[in-house]
């Protein structure tokens, strides 16, 4: 069993940045495969971003490539998603999510965060 909680959303203006923390409970966190997605308003929850156990191999979804970079740190039982250049459609609540498959599929991913709330203001 793990735990999630993430932190570092808030309200930003279009182009700058944030970096999004998920800190993991647990002494199993490097066995997970941790993925980041995000539900905008109104809006199905969809893939952003996943990295693999020892965070050496990471996918993102085509819309934040070359923009987002997810990282992990086990010694801290930590995963980060450095956001750039966001802009008002990045707006969305952002989750953390753990899975034991190499998968941009939620239905992968057995624990979830609460989520934190991202506002991109124009």
């Known amino acids: 069993q793990v735990q999630l909680v993430e932190s570092g959303g808030g309200l930003v203006q279009a182009g700058g940045s944030l970096r999004l923390s998920c800190a993991a409970s647990g002494r199993t966190f490097s066995t997970y495969v941790m993925g980041w997605f995000r539900q905008a308003p109104g809006k199905e929850r969809e893939f952003v971003a996943r990295?693999?156990?020892?965070?050496?191999?990471?996918r993102y979804a085509d819309s934040v490539r070359g923009r987002f970079t997810i990282s992990r740190d086990n010694a801290k039982n930590t995963v980060y998603l450095q956001m750039n250049i966001l802009k008002p459609e990045h707006t969305a609540v952002y989750s953390c999510?753990?899975?034991?498959?190499?998968?941009?599929?939620?239905?992968?991913?057995?624990?979830w965060g609460q989520g934190t709330q991202v506002t991109v203001s124009s």
């Open positions: 999510a753990a899975a034991f498959s190499f998968s941009d599929q939620i239905r992968a991913y057995n624990h």
């Open positions: 990295i693999s156990q020892s965070g050496t191999i990471t």
